[in-house]
C-alpha cells in the first residue's frame, strides 16, 4: 500500500492566520482526499483533489476558508486560512492507488488560540 | 445518504478477553467495508479490508465479518493486550459513489493490564 508523509505533524496557530499542511505519497495517484476530523468526532470528507483539476469540495467547505493545490500525481496541499478556534482539529489526507483500500497520512493535530 | 452507526461508544475490558465491536450501515449497497485503529492525536492505520463479495477477513488477533444484506460488520479481537487500546473506526465505500467513504463514529477501546 501507499506511505503518505503529512506535515506538520501538529501546530498551535493564532485566530486569523492561515495554515498549510502538506501531504506527499509514494506513488503516483490519480485522487487525494482531505479530511477534517473535530475532536470527539468522526471524519469529514472536505475535498477531493485530482491533479490538473480543481478540487470538489463537499457541502459545507469552501474553497476560500480551505484551498487545496494539486501540483503533480504525489503531492497536494491544504491551507485552512483565517483560521478561528472552530478551526482546531485534526486534519488528514488519504489516497486510495489499487481501487480498494484507502490509506492515511499521520494527520495533523491543529489547535487555534 | 449512508448512516454508520458503532456500537459500543466505548468499552474498557481486562487484558486477554475476547471482545467484539460492532459497525451498522444503512446501505447495503457498498464496493467494500474498511476497518481502521487510531491512536489518540493520530492519523488512521488500515486494520481490515473486506470486498462487498467477502464475508470475512482475518489478520493475527483480528477478524472482520460482513453481512452486507444486514447492513452489519463485525470485528473481533482475539486475547486484548494494552498494546490495543485506541479507538477503531469502521468506513463503508458506496458502490455507486466510488469516491466516497462514509465513517462511523468509532468505538474507544481501554484494555486494562
Known amino acids: 500500500s501507499a506511505v503518505i508523509s503529512q506535515k506538520p505533524s501538529r501546530d498551535i496557530c493564532q485566530r486569523g492566520t492561515s495554515l498549510t499542511i502538506q501531504c506527499q505519497v509514494d506513488s503516483q495517484v490519480t485522487m487525494m482526499f482531505w479530511y477534517r476530523q473535530q475532536p470527539g468526532q468522526s471524519l469529514t470528507l472536505i475535498a477531493t483533489?485530482?491533479?490538473?483539476?480543481?478540487?470538489?469540495?463537499e457541502s459545507g467547505f469552501v474553497i476560500d476558508k480551505f484551498p487545496i493545490s494539486r501540483p503533480n500525481l504525489t503531492f497536494s496541499t491544504l491551507t485552512v486560512s483565517n483560521m478561528s478556534p472552530e478551526d482546531s482539529s485534526i486534519y488528514l489526507c488519504?489516497?486510495?492507488?489499487?481501487?480498494?483500500?484507502?490509506?492515511f497520512g499521520s494527520g495533523t493535530r491543529l489547535t487555534v488560540v | 445518504k449512508q448512516e454508520v452507526t458503532q456500537i459500543p461508544a466505548a468499552l474498557s475490558v481486562p487484558e486477554g478477553e475476547n471482545l467484539v465491536l460492532n459497525c451498522s450501515f444503512t446501505d447495503s449497497a457498498i464496493y467494500n467495508l474498511q476497518w481502521f485503529r487510531q491512536d489518540p492525536g493520530k492519523g488512521l492505520t488500515s486494520l481490515l479490508l473486506i470486498q462487498s463479495s467477502q464475508r470475512e477477513q482475518t489478520s493475527g488477533r483480528l477478524n472482520a465479518s460482513l453481512d452486507k444484506s444486514s447492513g452489519r460488520s463485525t470485528l473481533y479481537i482475539a486475547a486484548s493486550q494494552p498494546g490495543d487500546s485506541a479507538t477503531y473506526l469502521c468506513?463503508?465505500?458506496?458502490?455507486?459513489?466510488?469516491?466516497?467513504?462514509?465513517f462511523g463514529s468509532g468505538t474507544k477501546l481501554n484494555v486494562k493490564p
Open positions: 468506513a463503508v465505500r458506496p458502490q455507486h459513489n466510488f469516491n466516497k467513504f462514509y
Open positions: 483533489a485530482n491533479q490538473g483539476s480543481e478540487a470538489t469540495y
Open positions: 488519504s489516497v486510495d492507488p489499487t481501487g480498494g483500500e484507502y490509506t
